[in-house]
């Protein structure tokens, strides 16, 4: 199926009440729900759900076997990797009816989620933060920070280009590939140009 400003696969199913972006592309057997809303330039992959009210901001990548439930907030440029996990309720139950308890999770801009990682929801992760795969993440990412585990712990630095940062004894770091200057500040990042 396609219309004049985004493409699915014949397969996928497109609920009504949903936005699509321009040029955004939506693959085999993947269901967009009511009321959510995925940005321009988007790659949905195969056996994506994308849950209602869940809003993906420009250029998001959504790898295959994705489930992104109700709550969760990805900003433009998320990478989300093959079969990451959301979640959304704290305690679940399945005699228990929690759907007024789903907690929002941020996903900020430029941030990506390495394979089978989990996010356990409430926990925001910051800008252009990197989540190796199959880490477990039980708390807020810090904004470049890269973290890898179970339960997930910050290594390191990362820049926008996802090199690893070195700081040096003053605070400050390059980016190789960039050539972008980092400062690290009370633990905390920030781009200098």
Same mark, same amino acid.
């Given at each position: 199926?396609? @219309?004049?400003?985004?493409?699915?696969?014949?397969?996928?199913?497109?609920?009504?009440?949903?936005?699509?972006?321009?040029?955004?592309?939506?693959?085999?057997?993947?269901?967009?729900?009511?009321? !959510?809303?995925?940005?321009?330039?988007?790659?949905?992959?195969?056996?994506?759900?994308?849950?209602?009210?869940?809003?993906?901001?420009?250029?998001?990548?959504?790898?295959?076997?994705?489930?992104?439930?109700?709550?969760?907030?990805?900003?433009?440029?998320?990478?989300?990797?093959?079969?990451?996990?959301?979640?959304?309720?704290? @305690?679940?139950?399945?005699?228990?009816?929690?759907?007024?308890?789903?907690?929002?999770?941020?996903?900020?801009?430029?941030?990506?989620?390495?394979? @089978? !990682?989990?996010?356990?929801? *409430?926990?925001?992760?910051?800008?252009?933060?990197?989540?190796? !795969?199959?880490?477990?993440?039980?708390?807020?990412?810090?904004?470049?920070?890269?973290?890898?585990?179970?339960?997930?712990?910050?290594?390191?630095?990362?820049?926008?280009? *996802?090199?690893?940062?070195?700081?040096?004894?003053?605070?400050?770091?390059?980016?190789?590939?960039?050539?972008?200057?980092?400062?690290?500040?009370?633990?905390?990042?920030?781009?200098?140009?």
């Amino acid at each position: 199926m396609s @219309n004049n400003t985004y493409f699915a696969h014949e397969t996928a199913v497109i609920d009504d009440d949903c936005v699509i972006g321009t040029g955004t592309k939506i693959w085999h057997f993947s269901h967009i729900m009511p009321t !959510a809303v995925i940005g321009k330039n988007c790659n949905i992959g195969q056996n994506v759900v994308v849950s209602p009210k869940v809003i993906l901001g420009n250029n998001v990548k959504v790898q295959n076997n994705v489930s992104i439930y109700s709550g969760v907030i990805c900003e433009d440029d998320v990478f989300l990797g093959p079969s990451m996990v959301f979640t959304n309720v704290i @305690n679940p139950r399945s005699a228990i009816i929690r759907k007024d308890e789903y907690k929002k999770t941020l996903v900020k801009k430029g941030a990506s989620i390495g394979a @089978n !990682a989990t996010i356990v929801c *409430g926990n925001d992760i910051g800008e252009y933060a990197f989540v190796g !795969a199959g880490a477990v993440v039980t708390k807020q990412v810090l904004p470049y920070a890269l973290v890898v585990g179970n339960p997930s712990k910050q290594i390191g630095w990362i820049s926008e280009y *996802g090199h690893r940062l070195h700081f040096n004894d003053k605070g400050f770091a390059t980016c190789i590939e960039s050539n972008d200057k980092y400062q690290l500040k009370n633990n905390k990042v920030v781009k200098i140009s």
